[in-house]
């Protein structure tokens, strides 16, 4: 079984910036890519940003240049790195890890963008 625990969303102003973390638990040998989606009221689940086991990353086009993924192997967790948030920005945030090529999704964190 596997466990995807996020941490560090909240409420911020405009410009401001937050820190999710992730952290994947379990029975699993290697965890394969990471990253994390987010899903707006009214909008369906949208890629913010993943990271293969190595270094590769991509981002979606809205947050490039203003949010930063990055993950520790060793301690199976994947960081989201938020800087000059905007209220288009708010959503709950889900972590996302790819196990034996099967998906796993955290429980979700709100976060939220004043104007």
């Known amino acids: 079984q596997v466990q995807l625990v996020e941490s560090g969303g909240g409420l911020v102003q405009a410009g401001g910036s937050l820190r999710l973390s992730c952290v994947a638990s379990?029975?699993?040998?290697?965890?394969?890519?990471m990253g994390w989606y987010r899903e707006a009221p009214g909008k369906q689940r949208e890629l913010v940003a993943r990271i293969s086991s190595g270094v590769s990353t991509n981002y979606a086009d809205s947050v490039k240049g203003r949010f930063t993924i990055s993950r520790d192997n060793a301690k199976n967790t994947v960081v989201l790195q938020m800087n000059s948030l905007k209220a288009e920005d708010t959503a709950v945030y889900y972590c996302?890890?790819?196990?034996?090529?099967?998906?796993?999704w955290g429980q979700g964190t709100q976060v939220t963008v004043s104007s």
């Open positions: 379990g029975t699993f040998f290697r965890v394969n890519a």
């Open positions: 996302w890890s790819s196990i034996l090529s099967r998906d796993y």
